[in-house]
């Protein structure tokens, strides 16, 4: 979003709790990544749009099947953060402040460790509902199988979609009311989701200003222009899996799903 990707794509250099609300804003059929939202504390303001009308049959159809053959790859590169291999592998990347990344194999999710010890390198926790509202890395198939339930479908040009979806603000916040409309740009090539650049209106709330280097603290905003997410490599993502079981330990999940524990610490630590 201002490059678009200065707060929701971003580089992943916050690390991985900034990815995560791309997956939380599925209702709205679209990814909201490096704004994760705090709780409200300023006047609110809330939006509210008539639904969406229904588009032409044929052109939803034709939609739908460009979207099942997209989900159908055996795997494909995600806004090049995230390798994603069928049917359930995803592995997400980030460079700062220090390469590292975090693998989801089904419902168990493995990040690395901070610390200086050799082994364990890796923790691993089970991909809980409470897990999953801090860590999403299956934003590629959330995105994609939201957009299977679109039907306000028009067609641009002569092998792209616009997309409108109309969601609940509480995507961004718990605690926001009234509604954020979506218009994505769906770009096509090959009869393959390429990129989708999405423009959202509605009052909703953000933990930072476009573009911001870095957190400044929660922010009301009315809209969020265009930003792109791609998709590409498709059928041509190297193989991975689980880390050995040898480098892994269990650990315990802090209260609030966004951290970790070790049994005989005692003390929280973001994932």
């Known amino acids: 979003m201002s490059d678009p990707r200065g707060?929701?794509?971003?580089t992943l250099s916050r690390g991985p709790?900034?990815?995560t609300p791309?997956?939380?804003?599925?209702?709205?059929?679209?990814?909201a990544a490096g704004s994760l939202v705090a709780s409200l504390h300023t006047a609110p303001r809330y939006s509210y749009f008539a639904s969406p009308p229904s588009g032409d049959p044929r052109v939803v159809s034709t939609f739908h099947t460009v979207v099942r053959r997209t989900l159908d790859e055996p795997s494909f590169r995600f806004d090049n953060a995230i390798e994603y291999r069928s049917p359930d592998l995803f592995l997400v990347q980030y460079a700062a402040p220090t390469p590292s990344s975090l693998i989801e194999v089904g419902h168990?999710?493995?990040f690395p460790l901070r610390t200086t010890t050799p082994e364990p390198r890796w923790g691993r926790v089970l991909l809980t509902s409470n897990v999953a509202r801090n860590i999403r890395i299956d934003a590629p198939k959330v995105l994609l199988n939201s957009l299977l339930h679109a039907d306000d479908?028009?067609?641009d040009g002569d092998s792209n979609f616009t997309v409108t979806t109309v969601g609940g603000a509480s995507s961004f916040d718990p605690n926001d009311a009234g509604q954020v409309e979506a218009t994505m740009t769906v770009y096509v090539n090959d009869d393959l989701i390429s990129s989708v650049?999405?423009?959202l209106r509605g009052w909703m709330t953000v933990n930072d200003p476009l573009g911001a280097p870095r957190p400044t603290g929660l922010t009301r905003v009315s809209s969020i222009h265009p930003f792109a997410i791609t998709y590409g490599d498709f059928g041509h993502v190297a193989r991975f899996g689980a880390p050995p079981l040898s480098e892994t330990t269990p650990l315990?999940?802090?209260?609030?799903g966004a951290g970790y524990e070790?049994?005989?610490r005692g003390t929280c630590v973001d994932f």
């Open 7 to 10: 707060q929701l794509v971003g």
């Open 197 to 199: 650049v999405t423009t």
């Open 153 to 155: 479908v028009a067609r």
């Open 252 to 256: 315990i999940i802090c209260d609030n």
């Open 108 to 110: 168990e999710l493995y």
């Open 22 to 31: 791309w997956s939380l804003v599925a209702v709205m059929t679209l990814l």
């Open 17 to 19: 709790r900034r990815w």
């Open 262 to 264: 070790a049994p005989s």
